[in-house]
């Protein structure tokens, strides 16, 4: 495990914007694997101004996300079809046909997990999975459990979750109950991961998850066993570990 202490969540965003235009101009047919929630809006931010500049290009890049409610259609505004769409893909070049997501309205559950699987299989795995932190562990939408959940599958989402997650909502009954996830292995298969994590409010967590025993209680406490896992953090989020 690899850490980067960033001064702030703009700082943190740069460096881990260019993790990922080290990627994509490597391999310009990469997979990137893509996160929603706050943390990753500034990374994606700063490489749309990258793009904008001429820096990169993402006509070849495939993409698929970590998870989706489920039961919000793409242009149900909190859905994470949506934000992809607006916090990054319709700003940069990359072609929608290559861009994938769970979708949140299959009615059949399990053969959409199945189809996703699939559709990360038929790229050949994923290159570099960003990622975000919940505030009890979770990566994806993989909440704690017993024990670490493998493949796409559809979870019920813990109260802590959608408490959270109700800021971004006219209210705590909209926010969907279950949702879509890429599961803990197929994570782990990722030949890169890079997280993000900014803030105070998540100090506790990041002490816990990589400071820690690695637990399904804690998910993203099993990126400490990946071979090459970065984590770019604030000071904030560092405050209550010692790094160099
Ligand atoms: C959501 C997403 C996660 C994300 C997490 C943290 O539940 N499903 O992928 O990492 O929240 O979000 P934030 O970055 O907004 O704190």
Sequence with gaps: MKIIKAKDYAEMSRKAANIISAQVIMKPD???GLATGS??????KQLIEWYEKGDLDFSAVKSVNLDEYKGLTA????SYAYFMYENLFKHINIDMA???LPN????D?????????????SLGGIDLQLLGLGHNGHIGFNEPDDTFPTLTHLVTLTQSTINANS????SIDEVPGYAFTMGIQTIMQAKK????????DKADIVAKAFFGPVTPQVPASVLQLHSDFTLVADEAALSKVVTA
């Excluded at 943390?39 to 994606?44: C, F, K, M, N």
């Excluded at 800021?167 to 006219?170: C, G, K, S, T």
């Excluded at 991961?193 to 105070?200: F, I, Q």
Aim: with cysteine; proline share 2%.
């Design 98 to 100: 290559n861009t994938n």
């Design 39 to 44: 943390s990753p809006i500034g990374t994606y």
């Design 167 to 170: 800021r971004l909502f006219a």
């Design 30 to 32: 990469c997979v990137l």
């Design 193 to 200: 991961v890079l997280m993000v994590v900014s803030g105070a």
């Design 109 to 121: 559950a399990d053969a959409e997990c199945a189809r996703y699987n699939g559709v990360i299989d």
């Design 104 to 107: 949140g309205m299959a009615e």
């Design 75 to 78: 242009e149900h505004d909190q």
